[in-house]
């Protein structure tokens, strides 16, 4: 191993090396930060060997991910040293270290001009490369003509001018509009003619950066490209050490192929016939070796070769060879192979005339879309959202559809907006639209925009012969156990509005559509509501004759939400309310939606924009504008009107491509957060075990107080994981430690009590008491704090604030800051759970008496069971579903013993407090179903106590 | 559904030809064992792009391409034993020509060292990154002969070694001088 020979370094590399964890590497690292500091604070001490030293020491700790933010000076200063060992660290550090942007660089601008002017070869190599790599906008300015006259200078050694060569494309890339190349196309093209393969290769990556601004000025290039192409093809006159694995240069092919893709054609009939020639060459002899360098050389140029021929609009018979050779590429074993075919037939898609044979290969391609890689599959999408059109649009977005179920969710949100995009382009049928959106909603919810089923009511809307048919298939969904929030939406809304043209048929009676839709009611949150609200209302409009049962329900449920803190429900509820009391004029002002003014698809524009907004110019991309027939993106037209396009609802996130960290997470992750704030969870597997483990401890605590102590269970509301202030400990109140404030009664019997019932005493003390009073409703559950003041004197600096657990959102409406003498003050809290888990909320309440503080941690009853929501369900239901189960953590058995004998009655009226329903019907068996615990997870939940040892009298 | 046919054409924004944007060397443990940056990047965005891409990389199991897409731009990277070598480029370079750029710094790297080990570019970080300045130039590729590169580094290192020995000589003088 070869020393670095500076041993300070290397000692300081060995020590943060030897460092156990990132916190000793840090302290070691903030160690030398130090050291370095005050030495350069006393800069005229050190020797350039130090400063050298040091500058290195500062650019591996900030490449270890360190902010170095001092020292760049020095790094700088080193630059003007007159030794060729200083002046390279400098420029080496320096080009590492700050960016175009840096001030520092400034200072140096001076000193890298001499050195590039200068007579001293390695000072202008290192001066080249800095401004090569960093040169900003200045450098440019003062830098540019120098740089060019070394490029072409016939004294300079091939070494000089090929730096120069890449400092000036950097120069021009960053500001074209600073170096001036008037007149260079002669230059380059004499460039082009240099023998010197390393000066070649970098002249040629300039030529490909002017060409790419302006091909008009360098048409005399053209035929000197297709000479290096055919030169470096046909491997004549190439040195031996320019070639790679018995290649040809293939950097210098790939560059020359680029820079001929920028000339939109090749008009010279030699010229053109010349460079077919070297293409067809290629094209047609490379072979597939068992060494992988050379393998990835020679298809680096073929892929290069195909995308040339592209460009130039081959003959049709080349074109079907290309397609021919990516349909075998897309098929082989080698990823790399496999990655780019697909890459490459979708540029081809371009291309006019070949893309019925790329349809051929779309079996194939939809076996990439389950390719192991994800890079792969993402091009198989890539690839088969740009070869939808009408004639396979229905196999492709089925396809699609059906990937969706599999899919990672790395790829879900790309994939539902694509297929949505798809279907909306190329519907065969508006029906088939109807139905392919409806699916994804089902399938993927979490990643439907509501842009989606935005469009989609719009289609239905504007389109009568779609209304019922859009109807049939809303009723269809609704009478799936458990669908996703935007289906209850999108249902709600065409069956309010369309279900009455369906009446006459069995299972449509407004009676039925009500009912149907409002059983989906207590699944939904707060942003559904408004929309169910409006679809009874609609329902109660189209009821003629109006039927007084269903009225009455639809106002009660009107006269309900009057008084609701969502300001858009309460006034729909009172508006609706007041509105169907007012009898015929209600057909007016409920009458059915006019049509929406035609829009471009919000959705199409947003996937628009983003491509916009990445896009690069390329040889592809500017040759996909001169194409215009060929564009992929279709849009509605606009109304003449200039009516803005749909109200953005808030930022489409769709159209970015996620992240793959993602596809990274382990699987004890899956409980993901989603950018838009849901929460999925795939794996049932995590919950229902709670679920479980927490029920059966639960039931425990009603056995003899021994198998109380003794159960692991017990502990279930101590909540493992859960805040640290839930545990036992932190529930003391802080009063009691200075003496003053004792509470009343046992705070955990108390919070147990309420465990099992919705209202009681959750604390209370010589001062204050507080009360509960709770409702639950599926997912959702209000509370009402009820703070008490004992005293007949204020309580003041009242505070309450809520912990809640990751699961559960809460909102506590305004804590008063003194609480009156002898009264009472109502608190609201809102809870909504969002995943089952067994934490705890804690409510973390405190007053002041006199000069007594108090602060007290009460853990809320807002506990897994009060969610579950019990259905009925029969003994021939329940067996096959709990069967189906296969055991842990799906299925779990605890056997309780000790327990005190219990009659039946006793045992189900027990069950019923923890939200569980007995079977009617069982004897020996008790099958409990819960359900519906929330929104977005639906799961069931099964029980079966098999009573065992119990006299049979009590049976 | 009716559509038109419409393309923006003045919207694309113009960038000049492709290129290298920046390189990175990170172990297998996720250390940055080399940073070169070719674009213009905020040392905020330098840090959050190697933290960023190294989860991405290392996360990844053997026999999958060479290729990840990562924000808009793509990504070529190539396992040698402990070190993973990467080349960020845009969307539509040539994939494999950037994968064999990477094999060529490799045996550059590896004619200079002897067969070079991490531990090498560990110690060595510097060589490597005058190495790397004689093979890329504003992400481009600079030099295709490993002979010639190799040649240039020995130079550099020659040059070095002369200066040292002036420097010592010239103490040895002064030494004398002042016996």
């Given at each position: 191993m070869a020393l670095s020979g500076m041993r300070g370094l290397s000692v300081f590399i060995s020590d943060v090396r030897n460092c156990q964890n990132k916190e000793q590497e840090r302290l070691r690292v903030d160690k030398e930060l130090g050291n370095v500091r005050t030495r350069f604070k006393n800069e005229k001490g050190l020797s350039p060997y130090e400063k050298k030293k040091y500058v290195w020491k500062m650019l591996y700790i900030y490449m270890l991910g360190y902010d170095v933010d001092f020292g760049h000076m020095e790094a700088v200063s080193l630059i003007s040293a007159p030794k060729y060992p200083e002046k390279q660290v400098g420029y080496i550090v320096t080009a590492c270290l700050l960016n175009e942007n840096h001030d520092f660089l400034r200072l140096a601008i001076n000193t890298v001009r001499n050195d590039i002017i200068g007579r001293n070869e390695t000072f202008q190599c290192l001066a080249l490369t800095l401004v090569g790599n960093i040169g900003g906008r200045e450098f440019a300015e003062s830098l540019a003509a120098d740089v060019q006259k070394l490029l072409i200078s016939s004294s300079c050694r091939p070494l000089v001018r090929k730096k120069a060569a890449l400092c000036l494309l950097r120069l021009y890339r960053k500001n074209p509009d600073v170096v001036n190349v008037d007149g260079w196309a002669d230059r380059m093209a004499q460039l082009l003619d240099e023998r010197d393969l390393g000066v070649l290769t970098s002249s040629m990556s300039l030529l490909v950066a002017l060409v790419s601004n302006n091909h008009e000025a360098y048409w005399s290039c053209l035929p000197k490209c297709v000479k290096t192409l055919e030169r470096l093809a046909r491997n004549q006159d190439i040195p031996q050490e320019y070639t790679y694995y018995g290649i040809p240069s293939p950097w210098l092919q790939v560059k020359t192929m680029r820079a001929l893709q920028y000339f939109p054609t090749v008009e010279d009939p030699n010229t053109r016939r010349s460079l077919f020639e070297v293409l067809q060459r290629i094209l047609m002899g490379t072979d597939v070796v068992k060494n992988v360098n050379k393998n990835n050389a020679s298809h680096a140029v073929l892929f290069e070769a195909l995308a040339l021929v592209m460009h130039l609009d081959a003959e049709k018979e080349m074109m079907s060879q290309c397609v021919a050779l990516l349909g075998k590429f897309i098929a082989v074993r080698e990823p790399n192979i496999r990655y780019l075919g697909l890459e490459n037939m979708t540029r081809m898609l371009?291309?006019?005339?070949?893309q019925d044979i790329i349809k051929r290969h779309q079996a194939q391609i939809i076996t990439s879309l389950k390719d192991p890689d994800i890079s792969i599959r993402r091009r198989a999408l890539d690839l088969l959202y740009g070869m939808c059109d009408v004639s396979n649009a229905k196999d492709i977005v089925e396809e699609l559809l059906q990937y969706l179920s599999s899919a990672d969710f790395a790829m879900r949100e790309e994939l539902s907006l694509k297929a949505a995009i798809l279907a909306e382009k190329f519907a065969p049928d508006l029906s088939w639209y109807v139905d392919v959106i409806l699916q994804l909603i089902d399938k993927a919810g979490d990643f439907v925009s509501d842009d989606i089923w935005f469009r989609v009511v719009q289609f239905v809307t504007n389109n009568e012969d779609l209304q019922s048919y859009a109807a049939a298939k809303a009723r269809e969904y609704l009478n799936k156990p458990a669908i996703h929030e935007t289906m209850v939406k999108v249902s709600a809304y065409i069956l309010g509005e369309y279900g009455h043209l369906l009446a006459r048929r069995p299972g449509y009676s407004p009676k039925e559509l009500f009912t149907i839709i409002h059983e989906k009611h207590p699944t939904v949150s707060t942003s559904t509501i408004p929309i169910l609200l409006s679809s009874y209302a609609k329902i109660l409009m189209h009821t003629q004759p109006p039927e007084p049962e269903l009225q009455n329900q639809i106002w009660t449920i009107f006269n309900k939400y009057e008084s609701c803190i969502d300001v858009e429900i309460q006034q729909r509820a009172a508006e609706y309310f007041a509105l169907s009391r007012k009898g015929a004029s209600l057909m007016d002002i409920l009458a059915e939606m006019p049509k929406f003014p035609e829009r471009q698809s919000a959705l199409i524009r947003k996937a628009e924009d983003a491509e916009v907004d990445t896009a690069e110019q390329s040889a592809i991309k500017l040759r996909a504008q001169q194409q215009m027939?060929?564009?992929?993106v279709v849009t509605d037209q606009r109304p003449p009107n200039g009516?803005?396009?749909?109200?953005?609802?808030?930022?489409?996130?769709?159209v970015k491509v996620p992240s793959e960290t993602v596809d990274s997470q382990n699987p004890g992750d899956q409980g993901l957060t989603h950018p838009n704030g849901v929460v999925y969870k795939e794996d049932p597997q995590p919950p229902s075990q709670d679920i479980i483990g927490d029920l059966l401890g639960t039931l425990s605590i009603e056995g003899p107080p021994g198998a109380v102590a003794q159960s692991p269970q017990s502990a279930t509301y101590e909540a493992e994981g859960a805040p640290s202030a839930a545990d036992a400990a932190a529930l003391v109140p802080v009063g009691e430690e200075s003496g003053s404030v004792q509470p009343i009664g046992n705070i955990n019997e108390r919070f147990y009590a309420l465990c099992l019932k919705d209202?009681?005493?959750l604390y209370e003390d010589p001062n204050i008491q507080i009360g509960i009073k709770a409702e639950w409703r599926a997912h959702q559950g209000r509370l009402v704090l009820f703070l008490g003041n004992k005293n007949t004197a204020s309580l003041g600096s009242v505070q309450a604030l809520i912990l809640p657990p990751t699961h559960l959102k809460m909102e506590l409406s305004l804590v008063p800051e003194t609480i009156p003498p002898r009264a009472q003050v109502q608190c609201p809290l809102e809870v909504m759970n969002l995943r089952p888990s067994r934490d705890v909320a804690v409510l973390d309440f405190s007053y002041k008496f006199g000069p007594t503080m108090v602060n007290v941690k009460l853990r809320l009853p807002a506990v897994l069971n009060k969610f579950l929501q019990p259905i009925t369900v029969s003994p021939e239901e329940f067996f096959p579903q709990w069967r189906s189960l296969s055991g842990p953590p799906l299925k779990l058995q605890e056997v309780v013993r000790g327990v005190r004998p219990l009659p039946l009655p006793e045992m189900a009226n027990l069950f019923n407090t923890y939200r569980l329903t007995v079977c009617p019907g069982l004897v020996s068996v008790i099958p409990c179903v819960s359900d519906r615990f929330m929104n977005l997870l639906n799961m069931f939940l099964l029980v079966e106590v098999e009573l065992t040892g119990v006299p049979l009298s009590l049976v | 559904m009716h559509y038109t046919v419409c393309k923006e054409l003045n919207s694309v924004i113009l960038s000049v030809s492709s290129q290298i944007n920046f390189v990175c060397l990170i172990s297998r443990q996720g250390k940055v064992r080399l940073t070169k940056w070719y674009s213009t990047y905020s040392q905020k965005e330098r840090s959050k792009a190697i933290r960023e891409l190294s989860g991405v990389i290392l996360s990844r199991g053997p026999k999958l391409c060479n290729f990840v897409d990562w924000k808009g731009h793509k990504v070529v990277y190539k396992r040698y034993a402990s070190l993973y070598f990467c080349i960020c480029i845009d969307e539509e370079d040539n994939e494999l020509e950037a994968l064999e750029v990477i094999h060529h710094f490799v045996e550059i790297l590896d004619r200079y060292f002897g067969s070079v080990c991490e531990l090498d570019l560990i110690f060595n970080f510097h060589k490597a990154y005058y190495i790397l300045d004689e093979l890329l130039i504003a992400g481009e590729?600079?030099?295709?002969s490993k002979r010639t590169i190799a040649k240039l580094i020995s130079a550099q290192d020659n040059l070095v070694e002369v200066a040292k020995e002036e420097a010592s000589s010239l103490s040895n003088i002064i030494a004398q001088a002042t016996k």
């Open positions: 371009m291309v006019t005339d070949v027939s060929t564009a992929l009516m803005p396009a749909q109200p953005s609802i808030g930022p489409l996130s769709l209202s009681g005493v | 590729l600079q030099e295709s």
